[in-house]
């Protein structure tokens, strides 16, 4: 598994917030990290005891682009294109050519998204190519918290 | 979401005598998941995002390390995965190489997946 990041950069993280503002019209602006909305029933954001969830949930966060993704939907109210999620992908990658933002797409259509679906964290339309985050996920949301994310375009792809 | 215009399977060749289509992955532009993709849009005409998702196939991730963490020395190439997607034979093999058999040259495979795309 995939674990070569720093760890304890969380305050560089406000580069994030800066690319948000970069995605498009039907972004919102919320600012990572500070107002996410929560359930009041949702008492998830402990620890994770269960071992395989634990390997789940590495698993998901093992790839810089569903780590990016799962950043940037918990910013969002509603629904998100998947356009808009390869936006801020290949602009943190740092290549927005045609070739590097349709292969983008496809990952996300063809691996990175069925996986969040399957894991319960995002549902995902591909008729509409929209997705929206089913909760906000407490727990993956501090483990990302741990990894600096925002230079990610030395990443293999 | 679908650029058309975007890219196809960089240097997409048919090879007549194994009758597969060959396409190298190029590590630098791509990972073998979406290099597979673009091929197969490309062989059978539809939009990448038309096509069944891979993931629910074979582990995207899991195809893309057999390359990227390769073991090194002579070995090196002797990696390899075999999957059926789309009623073709994708083989994937850990120096690059991708080949693509259409379901004539290696069709002794029936049964072995559904094709409800």
Same mark, same amino acid.
């Given at each position: ?56 949930? *590495? ?46 797409c496809v990952s996300l259509v063809h ?12 549902? *995902? ?33 | ?10 240097s997409l060749t048919f090879d007549p ?35 069944k998702p891979l993931y629910h196939v ?60």
């Open positions: 598994m995939d674990l070569n990041h720093p760890v304890a950069e969380v305050q560089s993280y406000s580069a994030v917030t800066i690319s948000i503002e970069l995605a498009g019209p039907s972004c919102g602006t919320a600012e990572y990290g500070t107002t996410m909305p929560t359930k009041v029933d949702d008492n998830s954001s402990g620890s994770i005891d269960d071992g395989q969830a634990v390997s789940a949930v *590495f698993n998901l966060l093992s790839h810089h682009r569903r780590r990016v993704a799962i950043r940037y939907l918990a910013t969002q109210v509603g629904t998100t294109t998947v356009a808009d999620v390869a936006d801020q992908i290949a602009l943190l990658e740092g290549q927005h050519t045609n070739d590097r933002y349709a292969r983008i691996n990175h998204l069925p996986m969040m679906e399957d894991a319960a964290l995002i549902e *995902f339309d591909r008729d509409q190519g929209v997705i929206e985050m089913r909760d906000q996920p407490a727990e993956i949301i501090s483990h990302l918290e741990l990894v600096n994310d925002t230079d990610i375009s030395e990443e293999s792809v | 979401m679908t650029r058309d215009d975007a890219s196809s399977a960089k005598e194994e009758r597969a289509y060959v396409a190298e992955f190029d590590n630098t532009t791509g990972s073998p998941s979406t290099t597979v993709i673009l091929m197969i849009a490309e062989i059978t005409e539809q939009s990448e995002t038309d096509l074979i582990d995207p991730d899991v195809l893309d390390r057999i390359v990227r963490d390769r073991p090194s020395g002579p070995d090196h190439n002797k990696r390899r995965i075999e999957f059926r997607y789309q009623d073709l034979t994708i083989r994937v093999l850990s120096n690059g190489v991708i080949k693509v058999y259409p379901p004539s040259t290696r069709g002794n495979q029936k049964g072995l997946e559904d094709s409800d795309t």
